[in-house]
């Protein structure tokens, strides 16, 4: 059953709704049936049939059916210790800055919206803007687990949510066969042979806080696994077959991430919280360079970022972002460069390697000259 991104929550009895009935063996024999023939040897190319036919293809293994997303039920509201902990923004703000996040308001605004309403946000911006470390920060700040499920094309719930352990089953099918015993299937497809993959062990999260989930650069993954995480989210809870529903006692904090390869679905987004992370200024740039380049000079810093922005502004095939500012910085820093108009050109040829990934970006910004980068009036 594939989830379709536009498809209502499942309000009738899904598939998996019989989850107390034993797992199916549709692809033939139980494993214990052909011990001789191991289950993982034939098995997992990601995506391809298991052994008995369980392990969730995309949306293979749906949510329960619940509140539908803007239902008219009134929001739950985070947790009252996460609301304690968090009464505001500027608190959040102070955390994220004790956890070496420099944030503006703006996405400290989203963020807390995240924690407390608590409402899933998407965050985009160009490569390098602190997207994905917006998230760890996030954990770090709230002192909880980071759950990070990076995205890929062909990516598929079974690497997502869960997989069984064929090889701890097939060792369990041997070891009952030498005590001559045979197992059965219920005694296979328990908790103890589940491999917990990001989606499952975030909504697994024994607390106290929930965990923060990092759905990390999900404009690569493909339509259907866009829906099924969509759904999964919605519901904050997954049917496996055969355990029945996990139900999230901490519902993750959900972060997604995309770099705009391609546009999410509406709705996808419609459930999010939509933020867009801008470049930032020089001077917030060099305060986050500071943190990153502990022993580097101010002069520099600043001489740094506003050489990026001014980067920025050519028609770069790769505008450098946050990290090539901070790479940048650190080589110099690590060469003695106190500023940047005291760079030798030689050296500053060398090290634009840490900013431009081109050979034209590199020409062009050369072809500026020395001067152009470093502001200087003459130039
Ligand atoms: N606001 C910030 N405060 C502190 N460090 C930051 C900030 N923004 C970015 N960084 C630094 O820049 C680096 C790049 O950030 P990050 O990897 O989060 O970017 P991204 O937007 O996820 O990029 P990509 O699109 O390439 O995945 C991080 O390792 C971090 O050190
Ligand atoms: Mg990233």
Not at 69 to 92: C, K, M, Q, W, Y
Not at 328 to 339: D, F, N
Not at 356 to 373: A, F, I, N, T
Request: aromatic letters at 4%; charged letters at 20%.
């Amino acid at each position: 059953m594939t989830a379709g991104a536009g498809s209502e929550p499942h309000s009738g009895a899904p598939p998996q709704a019989d989850a107390g009935a034993p797992p199916q063996a549709d692809s033939g024999a139980p494993p214990q049936a052909d011990a001789s023939a191991p289950p993982h040897a034939s098995a997992p190319p990601h995506g391809s049939a298991p052994p008995h036919g369980s392990a969730p293809p995309h949306g293979g293994a749906p949510p329960q059916a619940g509140a539908p997303p803007h239902s008219g039920a009134a929001r739950p509201g985070a947790a009252p210790e996460v609301a304690a902990a968090l009464p505001d923004v500027e608190t959040l703000a102070a955390a994220l800055d004790a956890a070496d996040y420099v944030v503006d308001p703006g996405l400290a605004t989203a963020l807390f919206l995240a924690v407390r309403l608590p409402q899933p946000v998407l965050l985009e911006g160009e490569p390098g803007v602190g997207k994905t470390e917006a998230a760890k920060a996030l954990a770090r700040a709230l002192d909880t687990p980071l759950v990070r499920l990076q995205c890929y094309e062909g990516i598929d719930a079974a690497e997502a949510l869960y997989e069984w352990n064929y090889p701890r089953q097939l060792l369990a099918i041997r070891m009952a066969e030498a005590r001559d015993e045979r197992l059965a299937e219920t005694d296979l497809f328990t908790r103890d042979y589940l491999l917990r993959r990001p989606l499952l062990a975030a909504l697994e999260h024994p607390g106290p806080r929930p965990a923060v989930l990092l759905i990390d650069e999900l404009d690569r993954a493909d339509d259907d696994f866009e829906a099924f995480t969509f759904e999964l989210l919605a519901e904050s809870a997954v049917t496996i077959p055969e355990l029945g529903t996990v139900r999230a006692t901490h519902p993750p904090i959900v972060v997604l991430t995309s770099n705009r390869t391609r546009d999410l679905h509406d709705a996808l987004k419609r459930r999010c919280l939509y933020h867009w992370i801008d470049y930032p200024s020089p001077d917030r740039a060099a305060e986050i360079v500071r943190r990153r380049v502990p022993d580097s000079a101010l002069p520099l810093t600043l001489d740094a970022t506003a050489a990026v922005a001014r980067m920025r502004g050519l028609d770069l095939e790769k505008p450098p972002g946050i990290a090539e500012t901070v790479d940048w910085v650190a080589a110099l820093t690590l060469l003695g460069v106190p500023r940047l108009d005291a760079l030798p050109t030689d050296v500053a040829a060398t090290t634009l390697g840490s900013v431009l990934k081109s050979r034209d970006d590199l020409e062009l910004v050369r072809g500026r000259g020395l001067g152009w980068l470093t502001g200087a009036p003459h130039a």
